[in-house]
């Protein structure tokens, strides 16, 4: 009898503290969702040309816009950022985080060129379009 008490005790405590951790892991999935789209749904080979021949300035007035509208739309309540001890103004606030956001975007990025993902990324070439027309 001792044994199904400790049995129904300890799933009790494996409940618990699987429900703490979904209730850490929660506020963290808009993040943990833009990272797995960033490492696994994005092909870098083909990203990364497009960036280096130009794409790249396409990018920061994207950030800059993003930048401009959220810190329009939604100003902090006390009118500044706090970060690591620092009291930011709105929209230098909103630089970091954009920032922040997008070099955790180019980080996955060179993780999938280096090959850490393994099978993972494999995405298939699509076939050389042909030069003849079908009439």
């Known amino acids: 009898m001792e044994l199904l008490t400790s049995l129904q005790q300890l799933l009790e405590a494996l409940y618990e503290v699987g429900k703490d951790l979904f209730w850490l892991v929660l506020p963290l999935t808009p993040l943990i969702l833009w990272i797995a789209f960033w490492l696994f749904g994005v092909n870098w080979v083909k990203l990364r040309s497009v960036l280096l021949s ?5 990018v ?3 950030m800059f816009m993003a930048i401009l509208t959220w810190g329009m ?3 902090p309540e006390s009118g500044r950022h706090a970060m690591l001890g620092l009291s930011l103004s709105n929209f230098v606030g909103k630089t970091v985080y954009v920032t922040a956001l997008t070099v955790i975007a180019l980080l996955c990025g060179s993780v999938q060129l ?3 993902c393994g099978s993972l990324c494999n995405f298939d070439e699509e076939p050389a379009e042909s030069t003849e027309h079908a009439h």
């Open 60 to 62: 920061l007035l994207i």
């Open 54 to 58: 130009g794409g790249a300035i396409g």
């Open 114 to 116: 280096a090959g850490l």
């Open 73 to 75: 739309i939604a100003p």
